[in-house]
C-alpha cells in the first residue's frame, strides 16, 4: 500500500490528478458545510470546474470544455436565478433538528462507498491506455453523425420538449 | 496517471456518495437540484475514464458523457421551473412542505 502510494506520487500526472481531485473533494463538502444558499452554489461552480481539468487530464477536451460551458456556466447561473427567484435570505440553518436523520443517513451512505469502494478494489482492471485521436473534437463530432446520430436527433427532441415544457410550466397563468 | 483507473472510479463514488447524502439531508430545493447535478458528475467522470482506460476503449463514452450532460441541463431546467412554479404558489423552497401533488 504504501509503495502504491510512493508510486502514486511519483510522476507529474498523478500530481494534477491529486490537487484537482483535491479541489473537487473540497468544493463538495464545502458545498455540503456551507449555511447560506449563495456560497454553496459558488463552490459547487468551483467543483464543475475542476473536473472540467480533470477531463483535459482525462484527454477529453472537448467534453472539458462542454463541461465549464454547461455546468459552471449555464446550470450555475440557472441555480443563481432559482435562488434569487424564490429565497433571497433564508439559510440553511434547521439541518441540526432532526440529527438522528442525518446520522443514519451519514451511515448508510458510508456503507454504500464502502461497498463501491469494495467492489472497485477487487475488480480487475487492465493497466492500458487507449491512444485515443489526436483530433478530439473532429472525432466526436464524426461519431455522433454516424454511429450515434439517433441518440443525438433523440437528444435534440428531447431538449427541445424539455424546454418548452419549462416555459409552459414557469409562465405565469393570467386566467 | 498511467493506467491506473480505480483512483478515478473511486473519485467517482465519493462524488456520488456526497451527492446522495446532500440530496436526502437539505431542504432548499434549489441545493437538492445540486446534488442531483453533482450525482451525475460523478456518472460522468466513470464514463470519461472508462473511455480512456477501460476494456475497450474508444471515444464512444466521451459522447455518452456529452449526452449526460444534455440530460443534466435539461433536468435543471424543468426542476428550476417547477421550483419557481411551487414557490409562486405556495411560498416555500423547502422540500418538507412540498407534499401535495395539487394545490
Keep these: ?175 | 496517471m498511467s493506467g491506473m483507473i480505480s483512483p478515478y472510479l473511486t473519485l467517482g463514488a465519493i462524488l456520488f456518495c456526497i451527492g446522495l447524502y446532500g440530496a436526502l439531508t437539505k431542504r432548499n430545493a434549489v441545493i437538492v437540484l445540486l446534488c442531483i447535478e453533482l450525482m451525475l458528475n460523478g456518472a460522468n467522470l466513470n464514463l470519461i475514464a472508462f473511455a480512456k482506460m477501460g476494456i475497450t476503449p474508444s471515444l464512444t463514452g466521451q459522447v455518452f458523457s456529452l449526452f449526460t450532460i444534455t440530460l443534466a441541463a435539461a433536468e435543471a431546467a424543468i426542476g428550476v421551473a417547477i421550483l419557481i412554479m411551487l414557490y409562486r404558489n405556495r411560498g416555500t423552497s423547502n422540500v418538507d412542505e412540498m407534499n401535495l401533488m395539487k394545490h
Design chain 1, 1 to 175: 500500500m504504501l509503495s502504491n502510494l510512493a508510486d502514486f506520487f511519483s510522476s507529474g500526472s498523478n500530481l494534477v490528478f491529486f490537487a484537482f481531485a483535491l479541489f473537487i473533494i473540497g468544493g463538495a463538502i464545502f458545498m455540503i458545510s456551507f449555511t447560506k444558499v449563495v456560497h454553496m452554489v459558488i463552490s459547487m461552480a468551483f467543483t464543475f470546474l475542476s473536473l472540467g481539468g480533470l477531463y483535459i487530464l482525462l484527454e477529453a477536451e472537448f467534453v472539458a470544455f462542454v463541461q465549464v460551458l454547461i455546468y459552471a456556466g449555464a446550470i450555475s447561473i440557472l441555480m443563481i436565478f432559482g435562488i434569487m427567484l424564490t429565497n433571497h435570505q433564508e439559510q440553511e440553518e434547521d439541518e441540526v433538528k432532526r440529527p438522528l436523520h442525518n446520522t443514519l443517513l451519514g451511515l448508510g451512505v458510508l456503507a454504500l462507498f464502502g461497498i463501491l469502494f469494495y467492489a472497485i478494489q477487487t475488480s480487475e482492471f487492465p493497466a492500458q491506455t487507449a491512444v485515443l485521436s489526436e483530433n478530439n473534437t473532429m472525432e466526436i463530432g464524426m461519431r455522433i453523425f454516424t454511429a450515434h446520430v439517433i441518440p443525438f436527433e433523440l437528444m435534440s427532441v428531447l431538449l427541445t420538449v424539455a424546454f418548452i415544457g419549462a416555459i409552459v410550466v414557469a409562465k405565469r397563468e393570467e386566467d
